[in-house]
């Protein structure tokens, strides 16, 4: 269970700083009208209306400036993975980092939706970062725990 926890928690630290977090889009749209004067040379004029819409699409990643952010559940899941993939004594605070790491994943896409409620985009979502990071941290902290406890693991 040891080096299946360790798997998964390398595996979710690479799928979170490889992807996307979450994101939103953000849809405008105006109606644009004109007006010109008539073909026959008459004083009437013709309205016309253009409507348009325009749509941008944003992503957390580690590509812009939520890095820090996304590098604590990185690195959490890192040390989880590199303590119970060497050879040794496995340490306590291997599983303790990968729950942190699930953690920190339910805190900040908590964060996420508070943010996205308040602003109100026209369409949101969580994405594989943030599943990833709550899954490999939680799956992988179940493991190492299992571990840790059957095997009497090192104290801090």
């Known amino acids: 269970m040891r080096k299946a926890g360790g798997a998964i928690a390398l595996v979710g630290a690479l799928i979170v700083a490889t992807s996307s977090f979450a994101g939103w889009e953000e849809a405008t749209g105006s109606l644009g009208t004109s007006s010109s ?6 004083l009437a004029q013709n309205l016309s209306f253009r409507p348009s819409s325009t749509g941008t699409t944003e992503s957390i990643d580690a590509f812009g400036p939520y890095l820090p952010l996304i590098l604590v559940v990185v690195a959490l899941l890192g040390y989880a ?7 040794g004594t496995l340490p306590l605070r291997a599983w303790q980092a990968a729950a942190a790491a699930a953690a920190a994943s339910l805190v900040l896409g908590a964060i996420f939706v508070i943010a996205m409620l308040a602003f109100d985009p026209s369409d949101w979502w969580l ?4 599943f990833a990071g709550l899954a490999a941290g939680a ?11 059957g095997s009497g693991a090192a104290l801090p």
């Open 127 to 130: 994405d594989t970062g943030f």
């Open 139 to 149: 799956i992988a902290a179940v493991l190492l725990r299992r571990e840790s406890a």
């Open 81 to 87: 993975a590199y303590v119970s993939l060497r050879g």
């Open 37 to 42: 004067p008539s073909r026959t040379g008459s």
